[in-house]
């Protein structure tokens, strides 16, 4: 059974930083892929970032340059750095895992940026 567990969401302004946490209970080295997704009202869910067993990351082009995603196999964590935040990036955001042919979800974390 794998679990992950958001945190390090919350409210700030435009322009501000923060930084989101996916615990994991394994390691984030054994999985296939890890990523993070988000949600906003009345909208689907899209994919912001990924970065695979090999170490390859990939961004939604909205976050391009301001987001970075990255993993500590020590902490079991990976981690979503969000910089320079825009009014339309609150949502809530969702850690991702891929193991094998299943597919795993945390169960989200709101971020909420103010104009």
């Known amino acids: 059974q794998v679990q992950l567990v958001e945190s390090g969401g919350g409210l700030v302004q435009t322009g501000g930083s923060l930084r989101l946490s996916c615990a994991a209970s394994?390691?984030?080295?054994?999985?296939?892929?890890m990523g993070w997704y988000r949600q906003a009202p009345g909208k689907q869910r899209e994919r912001v970032a990924m970065?695979?067993?090999?170490?390859?990351?990939n961004y939604a082009d909205s976050v391009k340059g301001r987001f970075t995603i990255s993993g500590d196999n020590a902490l079991n964590t990976v981690y979503l750095q969000m910089n320079s935040l825009k009014p339309e990036d609150t949502a809530v955001y969702y850690c991702?895992?891929?193991?094998?042919?299943?597919?795993?979800w945390g169960q989200g974390t709101q971020v909420t940026v103010s104009s």
């Open positions: 991702n895992a891929i193991l094998m042919f299943s597919s795993y």
């Open positions: 970065i695979t067993k090999g170490g390859m990351s």
């Open positions: 394994r390691s984030v080295g054994s999985f296939n892929a």
